[in-house]
């Protein structure tokens, strides 16, 4: 197998294990040149195999057989903006998700990667899918390495894989403590 495809594969089989994603959400793609590798639609994010990964060029058009995940524009989007970026991770993660329902701004815990406030940047809704939320995703993420978009999930990007996958990782984690720590304040008056 194709040393990327199979790199791609394995960090979709992590983030599954992980339950960063579940059912059949949650996206990834890297970046090959002057094309875009990207998982399919329709189909749970664990156990793909090659033949599953989409190879879509820069205009959107499929080069082998499969249909891309519906988020595809948004991936594009994303690449033409940032050359840096080699790889990104979309996720349905479920505290950052939650908090995607109720906060506007979700504090980034510690100084992990490039950001320019103490609050993870958020994309207003778009219909997911839809040429408006690849187009918000886009432009946000000229500033940002990770954005929630609101009501949906996350979007993580990175100059590989791995970064872009250790930062979804490292959101849900951020999450998740700033989660247990509204609970306990919550109920500091119980005896
Ligand atoms: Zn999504």
């Known amino acids: 197998m194709n040393d990327d495809i199979s790199k791609l594969i394995e960090v979709c089989n992590n983030i599954y294990e992980k339950r960063l994603v579940s059912g059949k959400s949650g996206n990834v793609s890297i970046r090959l040149g002057d094309y875009i590798a990207i998982t399919p639609t329709l189909k749970p994010i664990n156990g793909l195999d090659e033949k599953d990964i989409v ?33 990104i991770v979309h996720t349905h993660s479920p ?54 978009l609101k009501k949906h999930g996350t979007l993580c990007v990175g100059e590989n894989l791995k970064e872009a996958e250790s930062l979804a990782i490292f959101i849900e984690e951020a999450a998740k403590t700033q989660f247990v720590s509204i609970m306990l304040n919550s109920v500091k008056d119980i005896k």
């Open 55 to 87: 190879l879509v060029d820069m205009d959107g058009n499929s080069l082998t057989k499969g249909t891309p995940s519906s988020e595809v524009g948004m991936h594009i989007g994303i690449y033409k903006k940032r050359k840096d970026v080699n790889a």
């Open 95 to 148: 505290y950052a998700t939650g908090f995607s329902f109720n906060y506007d701004k979700l504090k980034i815990l510690e100084d992990y990667c490039k950001f320019y406030n103490t609050n993870l940047s958020s994309v207003q809704f778009e219909k997911p899918g839809s040429k408006e939320l690849a187009l918000k995703a886009s432009e946000s993420i000229v500033e940002n390495d990770a954005l929630i």
